[in-house]
């Protein structure tokens, strides 16, 4: 290994002297490319997108169209069909009573975002590449397999919400299995459309939004929502004769919006412009850029997804399945045996919502609104795709040609969602939505502690290190989306009502209460609680400063493997 030595060599006269190469403004150089492959290593960054220049200028719509991009693949996640179903149950059941808590999660979302680009810029390296640099091996490992736990069960949610789309449009023609293979099928060849330009797959991104927007857009104008209503919902946080119910709703909505994913594609994505990382004006720049372009990207999903509310808050609150089904059963609909004529609360999930809009709003209702599931699921699909692509990449360091990460990628994700799909009936799939919901919220800790970790440290971030301000705020803000995805997770497991759950439950929050707690102390220390710092202490490396204690755990010979 001659050039394993000489990386050897030249990461040990480094400033940093732990397996980290520096420069002004970046402690993290990328990983060294393998000497001998088969074929180019390839991405989404096979082509990066040049910055203009515009000297003594503050602001330039020149620059910002050209960081454009990221940040909409980014504001997919916020669109999939699990967001859509978590809006319409919303507004069935607290009407337009929980649009500030919707408000409020994706502002708390774009902050957890701003994070997530920093790292990319600042560093070249995206979450998944830091934490491979940055944890021991065990607990690398087991990051890596609760990340691709979030990816496959928010994979099975977006590909059965193109299954159950194309089952809505062929007018149940296509069953479930047919429509997760069709997905698969026409996700692996969009896929491949970066290999024609990256702006032209951005853009085609940018056409799918725009399909969501017009489908929804169409259903909001058509059932004329109470603009005064809407407002009080959206800006007044209070939630008038709510109960246990519209507070599981409530969770569910920051559960939804909030994905751990999407904070490594997030990161990953900004790679893919053109920034000259020794140049501290640059980086500034383009952080400010991505923000504004995040910024503008998750307004417009949040537009999209109060869209979705409305509708369901003033046609469907408060409705009876005996309302639905007389309404149903005066129409030609063909999917109307849904509903058991009871006066229980209607309960809807995407397939019914798009039911219930044919009723009572005609064909046309439920043949758009399935064409907008159908455009969320398929482009959250594919970001799904990339990010279990660049989190592969990082935690496991692969080197294998494009389209067989692809294919191990796609595999991991999509097998579960084929055994799914085959067993079970598209009507009843609630149960399991509320399960990959469930899982994809434990799984939160794993994104948002290790963000917080790295952009805190001043020896990976430099001087964009965050402040006094943004380590109290972040700190707030993730304890407080943990908690309440944890009262989410507490309450559906109580309402398994079986002992031997609840055991096996009790074994496995102990160990995972661990692991939460290990990356938590992490994060502290680089939070700059220094009496927590024991690894100094104990000379776990041989720098006793509290920003150096996760360098000196870094693993030096996967280093040099690279």
Known sequence: MKGGRKETSKLQDSP???????????????????????????????????????????????????????????????????NIESDLQSGAKAGFKLLWVLLGATIIGLLLQRLAARLGVVTGMHLAEVCNRQYPTVPRFILWVMVELAIIGSDMQEVIGCAIALNLLSVGRIPLWAGVLITITDTFVFLFLDKYGLRKLEAFFGFLITVMAISFGYEYVLVKPDQGELLKGMFVPYCSGCGPLQLEQAVGIVGAVIMPHNIYLHSALVKSREIDRKNKKDVKEANKYFFIESSVALFISFLINVFVVAVFAQAFYNKTNQEVNDMCNGTSIPHKGLFPPNNSTLEVDIYKGGVVLGCFFGPAALYIWAIGILAAGQSSTMTGTYSGQFVMEGFLNLSWSRFARVLLTRSIAITPTLLVAIFQDVQHLTGMNDFLNVLQSMQLPFALIPILTFTSLKSIMNDFANGLVWKILGGIIILVVCAINMYFVVVYVTSLNSVPLYVLVAFLTIAYLCFVGYLAWHCLVALGVSCLDFGSRLHIGPSRHTDMYLLNDMDTDDLVER
């Not at 732990?18 to 088969?38: F, K, L, M």
């Not at 960054?45 to 454009?68: C, G, H, M």
């Open 16 to 82: 940093q002297e732990n397996g980290v190469q520096t420069n002004q403004y970046s402690s993290i150089s990328p990983p060294a490319s393998p000497v001998a492959q088969d074929e180019p290593f390839s991405t989404y960054f096979e082509e990066k997108v040049p910055i203009p220049e515009s000297p003594n200028q503050v602001f330039s719509f020149r620059k910002l169209w050209a960081f454009t991009g990221p940040g909409f693949l980014m504001s997919i996640a916020y669109l999939d069909p699990g």
